[in-house]
């Protein structure tokens, strides 16, 4: 077996997940390999999860009786959890919402509604990158539609990264946000946070970051970001699907108008108008996903008890692997950078002319688990003339095994099609 | 929770009504609509009355009776301790078990210790607090005259 | 023990549910009855949920992989469940939210970016009544003071059903939507909606009914209730949290532009512009929850196996046999209508001077979990000059001997605070 | 899924290119990207020739080829025909067993009945026959002349 420096123990890691031993197409041993799309769940998730329905479920808030106050304690003591994991100067900083997107869109709709000095009208400029997930785009793309601000963004150089030497023309005066993914869940590429922090502060634009595909696989720091906001989803990091996080700064949650309206977010209401709770509540209209942000607790407790450091070393090392074993592969072409410096571990890529859908078919029929598509960045693929990419992601329980497996399921592609 | 204390005060409120005062505030809890409309008092630094009227449940009825108890005479430097060492308590989650010290501060309130468990119930006990440290600030100013919330 | 015709075999059903076992403070037997603000989940629910996590986690759409292809087959599995149980024409109609307060956010906000005929703007009036949820309030402010127009509302009756005598002067040609409740979470009215649809098609005006109280408890028929919208939250009905469900008429989602933009909601993406998917999945930004929905679709599996008009039986008997001993309390105030008929099973009250809050409390030291408070419907509270109620509210696996223990309760509060 | 058939269309396939026609049509299946252009030559209702040009992977690809090789020389009730039984195998979910009489109908396309079981792949499998289907209505109106939708 291969052996890297920087690994996890797999062995032990793997039998807290109970997916990983599936068997699929009568017999084929589970490869899962599309961990940008979703993780796996350890049993320490799935069991806090059957824990809290089984014991406490309740409604949270306002609740005098025992079992309210209970789930109560239980949801908010998800958010010390969140708030812990990134840095975040304040609990009351950390807002659950049901994935990243609605994270997205809440920052979108937020500065829709705002007043000055952070309004988005037509006077005003937004600022994406051509990496983005779909989620960072359409978002901003019904802002600007809605508002009639301008959007612009950085465009991508050839070997994967973002082209930030036009800079002080993308953001400029007019530049009220800089909405900017950390890690690309197509092209892998990590991103220059402090280069653009630098120049969105500059000319007094807030930034918001995309951390989708960062926080599950490096330690995430938002005080060290400088950003303004940071999203993510709690389904790629262990935690259950149903919960995003959206991290914003205290002044700002004050001052930003609410997005979604109704039960929990209110101070009080009458028929002729409301106030509104202190943040995060403010953000959080109606019954909040509990189980599901206990569940996300549960998966933090568990990231925690490995290590965000030893996880990043444990990718980083597969994605050295990887790279080097793909590209020994005839006719393969990585989209996104080459080496393993300043990326995580998806790695999009295409086979000489064989379709991804027949690429990721005929792995599949190997018990190979991978992403085809584009993987919800149709740009990117526009960008580099292709139709669409083979992505294989990794994550703490990934293997070089498995990246063997993968190498030689490659072959028998090329093989099947030559 | 319901110490016998607390239920007395409840039954029997002590200085309920409101009568002539320096400055009166209304502070409502909109978790729960508990509403109180306080008046203070001062004679230089020694508070002459403090008086109230208001609904609400048992603990913050209780609550501002047992206000009125300890404060009313006091000299405002020492009402502003028992203030703080009541927060202190309030906001102990029941982890915090009352020394001596702290009994001989706080008295009747001591009582409330075991509201301190009931995150919900918290603010209820407070409720009168905060509007007399409010009340206070707009008569004599000073390092309380930042606004106090109670929600 | 007390027989009611009517009643289901709550003995077996119990067993099914995990958290009815529990005791609390010491040794207290858990009376639930807070079945308005959130229900228990049966184990079926909870395998359906472990099941999907063990065995078949994956992202849905678009994959080529075992895992892929069999998660979408149960995600859109259990939006069939959801269309059938609603007796929708399509399952195409069925969107998955996370809530039903982001449901009715979805109308509002889909109405205000709407082209005509169905925008709402300064012209326009939007009708609602005085005993929504907050969650069918908010929006509906903060969507009238966005475009200026005009909010409305029937009152309240003393005896707490809607005042519906000037309906002509409410509803009128300026009249764009009518949002109302099917059930009251508070009062427990049950609420006409015939007389309200008729008028509402006279205008033209849409017509959305928040059924978050009367999806878990009776037959729900959106082609018998004539409305164009539908909303309602899974966590009441026997399923997890962070799902809700909108339905509305295909032609309405066709016509109505999206809400939340993302993954999942597009159809293609460029830099420069986007298409939109057809509904339901323009509405569905982002990674939806997935597990939820399945959770969702095994509830009401376990809903069906008893049969919801069976369950409406039960819960029907429990409401008139709860009015009835209740009214033998002192000092007792119902709030809402005092008899069993057109309502539901919440059932609010005060007792004499005694605050809400203290009722509660020592009703929770006897194990009994009621919920004190306005429940998020505070115009209700104001309507009728009370501070807060206290509401005893059940379902399914309730039983005559819960409300014997809930009049005892209150017995003991009335002498511990007399 | 991957058939000899389907494979030895993918890699040989039949009158690929752009031709001559009467009407040209551009689908393209939005959740894969993959793309085909395809043109009608008629003479009266016979299919004169089928002509495409597009990229995709080797469902949509073979389908196309088997497509050019199945309706090319038909008249046009017969490719109706052809089409539907196709549509039909392909929307069966894997629950079709084909018959004698649909083999008869589909010759090589019942090799395509496997593809069923893979609803991602049913769309690439249907591009170039909803393609015709469209560029056909263009050509001879009829019931055929609302707009398919390949989505
Ligand atoms: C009548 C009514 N409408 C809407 C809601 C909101 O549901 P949710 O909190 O799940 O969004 C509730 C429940 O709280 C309700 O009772
Ligand atoms: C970079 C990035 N941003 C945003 C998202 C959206 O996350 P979700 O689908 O959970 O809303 C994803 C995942 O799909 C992603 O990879």
Redesign the pocket.
């Known amino acids: 077996m291969t052996q890297l420096p920087g690994l996890l123990d797999t062995e032990a890691l793997r039998k807290d997940f109970p997916i990983l031993d599936r068997q699929v197409h009568d017999g084929q041993k589970l490869v899962y390999l599309d961990n ?2 979703t993780s796996q769940k350890p049993r320490q998730v799935l069991d806090a999860l059957s824990e809290y329905y089984e014991r406490y479920n309740a409604n949270v808030h306002r609740g005098v009786h025992v079992l309210a106050e209970e789930a109560t304690a239980l949801y908010e003591g998800a958010r010390d959890k969140v708030a812990e994991f990134i840095n975040a100067p304040s609990r009351d900083e950390v807002i659950f919402t049901k ?6 869109n809440l920052v979108a709709n937020m500065l829709g509604w705002a007043d000055e000095p952070y309004r988005v009208d037509s006077e005003t400029e937004i600022v994406i990158t051509e990496m ?2 779909h ?2 785009i359409v978002p901003w793309q019904l802002l600007a539609q809605r508002t009639g601000a301008k959007l612009k963004w950085f465009g991508l150089t050839d070997d994967g990264r973002l082209d930030l030497s036009n800079i002080d023309q993308v953001i400029t005066e007019k530049t009220k946000i800089v909405s900017f ?1 950390l ?3 197509i092209l892998g590429t990590q991103n220059p946070v402090e280069a653009i922090v630098r120049r969105a502060q500059e000319v007094g634009a807030l930034v918001c970051v ?1 951390a ?2 960062a926080a599950p696989h490096m330690p995430l720091d938002v005080q060290a970001l400088q950003a303004d906001f940071v ?1 993510f ?1 709690g ?2 990091m262990c935690g259950p699907t149903g919960i ?1 996080v959206l991290w914003g700064r205290q002044e700002l949650l004050e001052d930003l108008p609410p997005f979604l309206g109704g039960g929990e977010m209110i101070e009080t209401v009458s028929m002729h108008s409301s106030t509104y709770a202190p943040a995060p509540h403010k953000f959080e209209a109606g019954t909040p996903p509990i189980a599901q942000a206990v569940g996300l607790g549960a998966a933090i407790d568990y990231l925690n008890s490995i290590g965000m450091d030893k996880i990043f070393a444990h990718e980083h090392a597969l994605t050295e692997y990887a790279v080097k074993r793909l590209l020994e592969v005839p006719d393969i072409r990585i989209i996104g950078p080459t080496t393993a410096e300043e990326r995580g571990a998806a790695i999009s890529f295409t086979l000489g002319d064989i379709h991804p859908h027949d690429v990721g078919q005929v792995l599949d029929e190997q018990g190979i688990a991978v992403r085809v598509g584009h ?2 960045a149709r740009p990117v693929c526009l960008r580099y003339g292709i139709p669409a990419t083979t992505r294989a992601s990794f994550y703490l329980y990934s293997t070089p095994a498995e990246i063997d497996a993968l190498v030689d399921g490659l072959e028998h592609v090329r093989n099947f099609f030559g | 929770m319901y110490q016998e204390v607390i239920l007395d005060h409840y039954k029997h409120p002590h200085g309920r009504g409101l009568r002539d005062g320096d400055a009166e505030v209304h502070h409502v809890n909109p978790t729960c609509g508990d509403e109180i409309t306080l008046r203070v008092k001062y004679d230089g630094t020694t508070i002459e009355d403090v008086s109230y009227e208001g609904q609400g449940c048992s603990i913050s009825q209780a609550s501002a009776s047992v206000l009125n108890e300890l404060l009313v005479g006091k000299d405002l430097s020492d009402a502003r301790k028992i203030q703080e060492t009541f927060l202190e308590l309030m906001q102990s989650k029941g982890k915090l078990e009352p020394d001596d010290a702290m009994e001989e501060i706080l008295e009747d309130a001591v009582a409330f210790a075991g509201v301190s468990k009931y995150p919900a119930r918290v603010k209820c006990a407070l409720l009168s607090w905060m509007a007399w440290k409010d009340a206070t600030a707009q008569v004599l100013g000073g390092a309380d005259a930042e606004k106090e919330t109670t929600a």
Chains 1, 3 share one sequence.
């Open positions: 940008a799309a994935n990243a997107s609605e994270s997205l983005e997930h989620s960072n993914v890690v690309s869940n995309d989708s595909q999203a989803t389904h790629k995003g993987h919800c």
